[in-house]
């Protein structure tokens, strides 16, 4: 006997009715490359035409990642022009290269008519003197800043639609600013500093090897690094923050890495300008991003309960948990997310979907893994 | 510019054509249970409609995996009368319940027309008094012994098609046989004893909390345990090895728990009749496990290659490395998959899918995670 | 040929002038419990008599901590008469018991003239109403309550030396309050919230197997629990920092379970009064822990430096990194210890050390292990 | 009260007697560098007095050990003649550094008095062509092979006494001939080949960074590499077994790599010539390594029991648990020893003691960690 009806059953893909656009990915071989090549095979209605790698073209992907040993396909060097693959059929760039590696080529893609999307940190401020001292070089690409469409999901309006330039946000970032956007957008904070610690998994540092990654140091041990306000990520929380509430705020970001593969937890506090219930706190963020339907990557817990980065691992989701204290005065969001996921590849695809028209979700796992 | 030719796209999937296959999952909640639960979701022809639990009927599965949250589906009771299940239209059942705790039970849902795939030891062994000696316990329906089907399935024969009770191979003996059998039913071995060394994941201890799958015991440790011929899969593995070949082969099997939380790497030593070269090794594998199509779950690597168990996290493969030593009189075989897909979940969803008459692959990832 | 001087060399140790004193330790199969046993027996001036278990008389302490295969010592029961030890040479109990277990039998102890040295929290606290309000439960010996020395040892005046009740401080709680008493006891801060955030290997929640330190669950993973105002060490925080100044601090708390085994890392928020500089800052935390000598636990590192866990694994220090923030008025202090070690037993002897009036690094490290 | 008996006390350190023996380091930056760092400073007899390092000389080696804080010493470059640092007192070098990096010195120590022992496997094989061959290089100074006493320590005879230039044994081939060589010695051996599979924690990977220890990579992984008779160890393993039998063994060796920091687990299997029974195994190992008094770094775990690396983490012990199997016919030996301490700097101390006359265990732990 078969029926139709499923309790549990993937959801509807638009794949036959929308064809497939072709994709090509620079930085293949990186964590958030390789990430986004999973992701994007997976995809209904993307075909992954090229891969791009500088240091090693010529090779097979399965090569540098043997658990997709079924992609027969061959990493080659960036073309001279970028009509060469819009030729083949690409129409979408995701760059995965570190910063400044891409943003000086990525005007001549923009011209050969391919849209891109840029997960490293170029696009992501709208000053070139602001990105000269959070990462102490010049900008490539200066003119295009305006272009860029800074791509927090959630916090994107009409703008992400059929944009060009998309700015994949910073992991930390993503994790920071959907925990405090909507308390800042919602006028509530008291303008004292905004307290920000996150924890990251190893793959945030990338794939290239050094002493900090080295399973015997990291291993076993937890570490703050560049606290304060010495993050680059600074740049783009505030920048976002500001746009999302008259002021400037002040904000203190305290970076650790712990011995996990995956995931970002941050744990953020807002000063508030009056006494708030967490009935209100709850109100609030469901207001900001509940959907109705449960379709939604962004989920506000149940009061009492906070986020792990279990429970987020090969999903797109971000789980916040929400806690009132000091007398009302104090709301602390927990966030958690897949720092290659919602952090990165997937945040990256999701706004992709927009600038597609597409449904939002396409291709993207709302559900995590069991265990890993 | 969209376009049909795609160099990487999901596999086409049998979805629209054949419906869908109601589902039931016993004991829901441990590690295997949710990974079916997990795959199933996303299984092309399958709607899962009923999850049991012995000590959580009446919770959401939700809270016993956050990582689901979009899953609102309430764990129950097993049903007194497997009809009840039937009509709702659950035309499948499987167990992920541990040794003895469903067998009693299987008779009644065979009767109701459902098919039953059990993850659990009881319906692999053929014989009663060999089930009483490896698990110290009476089997609790021996007269079903018969009719079961030992789901190895790269192994089984037109008896699978059609199935109704299939016994699913243990993590272990999945491994230790997927490396050992190609030689040993080649009438390769001399009839020395095969060593069998392997590594395990923590998952592979259930979830049910004890000091040895402490975090703070295992992790970072290695230990050895149930060596020589203590453990129970010893039971399955002669059985299975006794069908490839004549004779009663002599077997050393040595299991390790080690700090990962997925995965099983099995180094298995066979020693020749004759002596061979390496060519000749990966002939006769490949002979026996080459779709050449690709499209198979068990994939000899390349001569020099060896399997590592992060490129099989997530996937239903499982890899083979070969390699000849000892002057070409001995085999080295090393097997890696990962214990809740290949090992469980995956291999049962490849076995339903055999006696759907479906194509074995449908709804199982060859290719695995990227870390984890 | 050999020489005297040595440039790294052990410190000299007064064992062979002050002979051994006899110590008992109750919960001695625990992990706080086989630290002060693996601690205990390398001090020159401790002879572990009685190893106390309420689940284990009669076995070997080598059965649970096979680590330590030489100790051929029996655990036994409590003695109905605290003099039954006593004229065995016991001249000091340390307890490892979780919290309520022991407090009710501490008077029999001291009575019978015996130090007592408690790690659980039942003496910490000076009032019994907020024990009730922290832990849920009666205090089972209040009158005791005002003769307990509260042992953070750095901050403890004559009270400690010739105490004969000490209460042992709690892991985080040292963390925190030697990151926050300078500038606290200073009168620097505003008055504002004051931000910890800690991070906790998994050893800190004991021994006894449960979901949350299963491998397969917290491994890999980062979770808050206990968040804001809900963790009990609220209470003896609170009530140190009344007594470092005057007025109610406002304290928010946040815990976070990371897989590790060991170790703490506590971020601290101090929000100032007036704007201060780093040297400020340095001076202020210098002039409080430093020994001249260099022979203090609590290390300020030099500016710029961050303290990791795994620096102090094994080691009774606590390192303290100091960060000015927020244009002066924001001061971050990052502590790392070892939770069994600082943060319980080394912490217990160290306190037990002053009591007898030893060199307080007497039987302590002060270097922690390369890698582990 | 005081009183002199103590049921666990520190052994007696001959320190007072013997006045100190100056110390240098060579490749003091490494892990095996740093723990003999890290155990010489506890060491009664000894008094570190240079630190070599050919790439940070001039640097504190706090810097690369904060782990160590109070070590207030320097690295230096290897000084032009060895007679500077005889003349500072410097008695002995321990060398740390890698195979081929410091063999062409080691006669220029010698002559200026000092007695050398060297972690590298320069030194282990008698013969300069099965170098050549092992580790692809010619050797250094092939006319002290002769000279060199291998330092398995508890199977070194007289020859060790007043030794002068010591090679330490490899970590692998320390578990597994500490396993094989009763056996083997005994004449209990088949003549079939030995198969040593072996886990090795990711220290014995060395300290350079690389992709193979990043945590992201070999984190949650178990991988084999250098598998069969392929592994460089291979050759002193032979050399080892044939000096202890008649004949020339056959040996496959199958090493892996497994996700903890510090540890080495084998797993040998032993092919016997005549039946025997458990019994005489334990009997056999107990002759050989057990001395009476359980002062013994070689411990013959009881029947039933298996040795876990995490009981010899810290610990300069070698567990070994016994099992026959195979109708009697086959010997498993299962060893289980820290590859810093015992496979490392522990052993190379052993040596030492043993060369300078003092007793074995002096400076060296016995009891491992609680946990790490």
Chains 1, 2, 3, 4 share one sequence.
Not at 46 to 70: C, I, T
Not at 344 to 364: D, F, K, Y
């Amino acid at each position: 006997m078969t029926h139709p009806a499923a309790a549990i059953a993937p959801p509807p893909i638009p794949a036959a009715k929308i064809g497939r656009v072709g994709v090509g990915v620079l930085g293949a071989t990186g964590y958030a490359g390789a990430e986004l090549v999973r992701l994007l095979r997976g995809h209904p209605a993307a075909a992954v035409l090229a891969l791009g790698s500088r240091q090693h073209a010529g090779e097979l992907l399965s090569r540098h990642w043997p658990s997709m040993p079924d992609l027969d396909i061959r990493l080659e060097a960036e073309p001279e022009r970028p009509e060469a693959w819009r030729e083949r059929g690409v129409d979408v760039i995701f760059s995965a290269l570190p910063h400044t590696a891409f943003a000086s080529r990525a005007e001549a893609y923009l011209r050969a008519g391919l849209r891109v999307v840029d997960l490293s940190a170029d696009f992501r401020l709208r000053d070139a003197a602001e990105y000269r001292r959070r990462y102490g070089a010049e900008h490539p690409a200066p003119h295009l800043l305006d272009r860029a469409v800074y791509g927090l999901t959630e916090w994107c309006g009409p703008e992400l639609e059929a944009a060009e330039l998309i700015a994949n946000p910073g992991c930390y970032a993503t994790a920071v600013l959907l925990a405090a956007l909507p308390a800042l957008a919602g006028g509530w904070l008291s303008g004292a500093p905004i307290l920000a610690n996150a924890l990251s998994g190893v793959s945030g540092a990338g794939r290239t090897p050094s002493l900090s990654t080295h399973f015997v140091e990291c291993g076993g041990s937890a570490a703050p690094y560049k606290v304060a306000e010495d993050h680059p990520h600074m740049g783009e929380m505030l920048q976002a923050m500001r746009r999302a509430a008259e002021g400037t705020p002040s904000l203190v970001f305290n970076p650790h890495l712990v011995p996990m593969a995956r995931g970002i937890l941050a744990t953020v506090a807002l000063p508030l300008a009056r006494k708030i219930d967490p009935e209100q706190a709850r109100a609030l963020y469901l207001s900001r991003y509940s959907r109705g339907d449960e379709s939604g990557f962004v989920r506000v817990l149940e009061t009492g309960q906070l986020p792990e980065t279990r429970h987020v691992r090969g999903s797109n989701r971000c789980d916040l948990g929400l806690r009132v204290c000091g007398g009302g005065r104090q709301l602390l969001v927990f966030a958690a997310l897949d720092n290659l996921v919602k952090g990165a590849a997937g945040q990256a695809i999701q706004n992709w979907n927009r600038a597609q028209g597409w449904p939002e979700a396409t291709g993207l796992p709302l559900a995590g893994w069991t265990c890993a």
